[in-house]
């Protein structure tokens, strides 16, 4: 319980840093305070459109034993893109993503799945994957998860998510994280066409975060040191805090015993073995800003390399998305399902029993 507890916290000390390195930048404001206006902003849009998307822009293994799986496999993850769109609006809350898979090569994929969510339920459409045997029945409707009658039977709440608290919330573990690291180490001011933002994204300001392996150790080490510490101090300090990431002050007392044990040797010492195996870190990042100062674009680079025993590879990762239609009227592919759409989470894992081995939803 207390691990999984723990993890709202190191969700919410990574999305501080993905904050922090996905940072905005203006000629008349420092980069913290385009930060801050981004936050701010964000926090009171009342809808808008979002679309993105995730691939593989390099994947290669050289095992020492290469076997035929294995080249089919890193051939998928080659092809692989995961995409997708959606809309948001904040009353009555809604939101509407659909994920689309694309595996091209021989063993071509090719599903969407639309997620739909209110502020009390969760609806998921059944895709038709000609390579799992779904129940004809089941295949194009909305399984349907009530978050009260699951809070219900687990006993406990299911901790709630207000945009506006928790945009507040990032905001404060912004100025933490600044507080403690030279904003000036990550961030740079660069053209829109510099960074390949494209030329219908409309942005006044752009900023480029270079994350290097020869960060990782200091970064690390100011994370344990001062900024972990000072996030548990801020959730401990406020009750919102505390239920929104499901916390009690018995966790975070627990937690700071934790950080007290680790020490800069051990860090040092992680850091030493990784160098053993990680060749190579780069990370790069693009935020373009409108004139009024919404993060309308966001991308980001991820490569790196390993040799370890003879076993060597190398990916690059990217990631890019972007806002629309911010405050506008928003339409909905689907919209909150009709009842006869509609089939229980309970239900359909009674259908699904073979495909999961014969497990039922209590076991998840």
Request: charged content about 30%.
């Amino acid at each position: 319980m207390l691990k999984r507890k723990m993890g709202f916290t190191v969700v919410a000390l990574l999305l501080a840093i993905a904050v922090v390195l996905s940072g905005c930048n203006s000629k008349d404001k420092a980069p913290k305070d385009a930060l801050q206006a981004s936050l701010s902003t964000t926090s009171e849009l009342d809808s808008y459109t979002f679309k993105g998307s995730l691939k593989f822009e390099d994947f290669d293994l050289n095992l020492a034993e290469m076997t035929e799986e294995d080249t089919t496999a890193m051939n998928m993850f080659k092809n692989a893109e995961v995409s997708w769109t959606g809309a948001y609006q904040k009353d009555p809350m809604l939101v509407e993503v659909t994920l689309k898979l694309e595996l091209k090569g021989d063993l071509a994929i090719n599903f969407s799945v639309p997620i739909i969510a209110s502020e009390k339920k969760v609806w998921v459409k059944v895709p038709n994957i000609a390579m799992l045997p779904i129940p004809e029945e089941l295949v194009g409707k909305f399984l349907e998860l009530d978050l009260d009658r699951l809070s219900e039977e687990a006993g406990q709440e299911i901790p709630t998510i207000d945009p506006k608290q928790s945009q507040k919330f990032v905001q404060d573990l912004v100025d933490i994280v600044f507080k403690h690291l030279d904003e000036k180490d990550f961030l740079a001011n660069v053209k829109a066409k510099d960074a390949g933002i494209p030329d219908d994204v409309d942005v006044k300001q752009v900023v480029q975060i270079h994350v290097e392996k020869s960060q990782i150790e200091s970064l690390l080490s100011t994370i344990v040191e001062k900024i972990a510490p000072d996030v548990l101090d801020l959730i401990a300090g406020n009750k919102d805090y505390l239920d929104m990431t499901g916390l009690t002050k018995e966790d975070i007392d627990s937690a700071k015993d934790s950080l007290k044990d680790t020490n800069s040797s051990d860090i040092s010492d992680g850091i030493d073995e990784m160098n053993k195996v990680l060749k190579k870190l780069d990370i790069e990042s693009n935020i373009g800003i409108d004139k009024k100062d919404n993060p309308v674009y966001t991308d980001a680079t991820i490569k790196a390399a390993f040799d370890t025993e003879g076993n060597a590879g190398s990916f690059a990762i990217k990631v890019v998305s972007q806002l629309g239609d911010l405050n506008k009227k928003v339409d909905f592919e689907y919209g909150e399902p009709d009842a006869s759409d509609v089939i229980p989470f309970e239900e359909a894992f009674g259908e699904l029993g073979g495909l999961l081995g014969g497990a039922s939803i209590d076991d998840l």
